[in-house]
């Protein structure tokens, strides 16, 4: 116990959404696995829903993951960074690039992004209906690690967080008339039920993480 509350040892559960472990968790868990090499993580990788769905489970103690999300009155949230996605394509699709592209002419292109049942596609879905275009993805990836490469490929228009795009990826950005809204990294914790100390100093470095991106 005495270990535990100095940080030399314990556990930590979190289920973790891709685009959360993308643009914040990594290089916070490298620190804190520097820092405190003696907790044991056990990182989940994750759907947003399938996050939620662990933390009813009690099968994580947190989670990070993306918004938007509908949460029960059981659960918190707190926003930690803020992120921006963007459309990216191939030279193939060159008539793309070089101007502002309004929203309505992406309906024209093969789209690639997650696919149903993920909140990422169900956020697209409500952007494009915002605006009376249908949202009909080409090409419904499983997860977002795949969707660069299919667009390096040159077969279709992608969207993903900006963090995602490397200098290597041979993908040019989509440059909007109008921006698509902002989304954010959240941390999502059950009411009623205190971290353990190792759990709320994993918090407490994400949390500081996020206010050194603002």
Do not use: W
Request: one cysteine or more.
């Amino acid at each position: 116990m005495t270990q535990s509350r100095t940080l030399e040892r314990g556990n930590v559960f979190l289920a973790a959404s891709e685009g959360a472990l993308r643009c914040l968790l990594l290089p916070v868990l490298k620190r804190y696995q520097e820092k405190y090499p003696g907790v044991h993580l056990r990182i989940s990788n994750h759907s947003t829903p399938q996050a939620v769905a662990a933390l009813h489970e009690t099968t994580a103690d947190f989670a990070v993951i993306t918004t938007p999300v509908t949460l029960s009155p059981s659960l918190t949230q707190t926003i930690v960074k803020e992120i921006r996605e963007v459309p990216i394509c191939a030279r193939e699709f060159s008539d793309l690039l070089g101007r502002k592209v309004a929203l309505s002419e992406l309906e024209a292109y093969p789209l690639i992004t997650l696919g149903a049942g993920t909140t990422s596609h169900a956020f697209y879905a409500s952007v494009f209906a915002a605006q009376g275009l249908a949202f009909h993805p080409a090409i419904e990836a499983a997860t977002a690690d795949q969707i660069i490469p299919m667009a390096e490929a040159g077969l279709g228009v992608g969207i993903v967080p900006e963090a995602f795009i490397r200098p290597s990826d041979n993908v040019r950005r989509i440059e909007l008339q109008e921006p698509l809204p902002l989304r954010a990294v959240c941390i999502v914790k059950r009411k009623g039920q205190p971290l353990s100390v190792a759990g709320r100093e994993l918090e407490r470095m994400l949390l500081a993480a996020g206010n050194d991106n603002r």
